[in-house]
């Protein structure tokens, strides 16, 4: 079987982009895409000589996502491929012209369904001010009738998780299967850890890193590593810069690193912190407990659905940077009892999301 996979772009590698690269890899499938940044994906270790642009996109927003949304909805593959994977929210359009076809979700659009009053908040406090919220409550309105039209286009629906999947079902009335994405649990391994702490994620705001960074504030002894992706985009890039100017001297901030060197990172980690809002999965989670490291996270989303509470880390409800503090002195103690205290369980939990168990069920789907 021939396959097509759809996604927004690959210019800022995150999970989403990862989920699709692997799907290429391990389907022999083609990715059409619009922005490339062919290092970070070699960075990775995949390949890119299956990867094509449809054209480039602009960096900022909205016009990245319109033009995006665009070149997608023209794009006519038919009879070129047999089937279809749309693994992108504004790559969906492109189901009009090309069938059979799946929509693997990582979210309906976040920023016109669950987070548009967070989005909205943040715009009024940016320059643009209140003209640019009136602005954005006009694109919400059109877009959110596009997007229910466009799904007509959709044969089957695929989810990340049972939190998307909710999603779906609420914002776009939906049926869907859940398939949790593919995490290559055997490049993995487990170290003696060091004296630091990791945090993987892309520095956008609602990933809310700033918590984390006050939290070691407070804890000058302990030391935080985040490797934080961002795309070349005004608010991202405002983001990242209002990270690297609340840091203390305790937390260093890591732009882009290899795929050897991010493995070796969780593995001597103490353990693994992540502050996301209403994760859709979180694949980071797992490849640290894959690594036997221990997760502290955000009590919703995805982590409901990964992280064992008190076997694999710490759950913390209505997290804050004091319930931060709280959870690394727990798990410390812990560590010094025991040092393989949460090692087994984490990477029995992993084992539960590996790429064999996600590429069998999306084959068992392509029927």
């Known amino acids: 079987m021939k396959i097509a996979i759809f996604h927004n772009y690959l210019d800022n590698i995150g999970g989403a982009e990862i989920v699709s690269l692997t799907l290429a890899k391990e389907l022999d499938a083609d990715i059409f895409t619009t922005n490339i940044s062919k290092e970070k994906i070699e960075k990775l270790g995949f390949n890119t000589d299956n990867i094509f642009s449809i054209g480039k996109t602009p960096n900022n927003a909205p016009l990245r996502q319109e033009i995006a949304y665009w070149k997608f909805r023209k794009l006519n593959l038919k009879n070129k491929y047999d089937y279809y994977i749309i693994a992108g929210d504004w790559a969906m359009s492109g189901a009009k012209k090309n069938e059979p076809n799946t929509w693997y979700v990582h979210s309906p659009t976040r920023e016109i369904w669950d987070l548009y009053q967070y989005t909205r908040k943040n715009i009024v406090n940016t320059k643009y001010g209140i003209i640019a919220k009136y602005i954005f409550d ?18 089957k629906i695929i989810c990340n998780s049972k939190n998307v999947q909710n999603r779906v079902k609420e914002y776009l009335n939906r049926n869907s299967i859940i398939i949790y994405p593919p995490i290559d649990t055997q490049k993995y391994y487990y170290n003696n850890h060091q004296n630091y702490w990791l945090s993987v994620n892309r520095l956008i ?4 890193v700033e918590i984390q960074i006050n939290a070691f504030k407070k804890l000058p002894q302990e030391k935080l590593i985040i490797v934080g992706s961002y795309e070349k985009s005004e608010h991202f890039e405002n983001y990242a810069q209002y990270c690297n100017s609340i840091k203390p001297n305790n937390v260093e901030i890591k732009s882009w690193v290899s795929d050897n060197e991010l493995t070796k990172l969780y593995s001597n980690c103490k353990g693994f912190i992540t502050t996301s809002l209403d994760e859709d999965f979180g694949m980071t989670v797992v490849e640290a407990m894959a690594s036997g490291k221990p997760v502290i996270a955000p009590n919703e989303g995805g982590y409901k659905e990964t992280v064992l509470n008190d076997k694999t880390g710490i759950l913390i409800k209505d997290i804050n940077e004091e319930k931060i503090i709280q959870a690394i002195e727990k798990i410390n103690l812990e560590l010094q009892r025991n040092p393989l205290k949460y090692k087994n369980n984490c990477q029995k939990q992993a084992k539960n999301f590996d790429t064999s168990i996600f590429i069998k069920k999306i084959y068992e789907n392509l029927k």
């Open 138 to 155: 006009l694109w919400v309105f059109i877009r959110r009738i596009i997007n229910k039209y466009d799904l007509k286009n959709v044969n």
């Open 205 to 208: 705001n609602h990933k809310r």
